[in-house]
């Protein structure tokens, strides 16, 4: 069992910056498969970025070159920096674990750009 503990939301004006964290307890392994997924109002929950050991990283065209992922899998943390922040990423953003088969999810933190 993997328990996830998101934390850094909040309001921050269009261009603004924000840092999300994610504190990940359990039995976790560096082969997991850690991302960053959102959820506006009335659509459905999409991936922002994912990272695969410390190096692999995959991101959403939308977020691209504004997003950047990390992960210390010494602390077993998970990070998402966020840059000039649109009026567009407000969502509620969610840490995901893939890990032997098995989705984990936290509780998900709330971000809102101002425009």
């Known amino acids: 069992q993997v328990q996830l503990v998101e934390s850094g939301g909040g309001l921050v004006p269009a261009g603004g910056s924000l840092r999300l964290s994610c504190a990940a307890s359990g039995s976790m392994f560096r082969d997991s498969i850690m991302a960053w997924y959102r959820q506006a109002p009335g659509k459905q929950r999409e991936m922002v970025a994912s990272?695969?050991?410390?190096?692999?990283?995959d991101y959403d065209d939308s977020v691209k070159g504004r997003f950047t992922i990390s992960r210390d899998n010494a602390k077993n943390t998970l990070s998402l920096q966020m840059d000039s922040l649109k009026p567009e990423d407000t969502a509620v953003y969610y840490c995901?674990?893939?890990?032997?088969?098995?989705?984990?999810w936290g509780q998900g933190t709330q971000v809102t750009v101002s425009s």
């Open positions: 990272i695969f050991r410390s190096s692999d990283t």
């Open positions: 995901n674990v893939l890990q032997l088969g098995s989705k984990y």
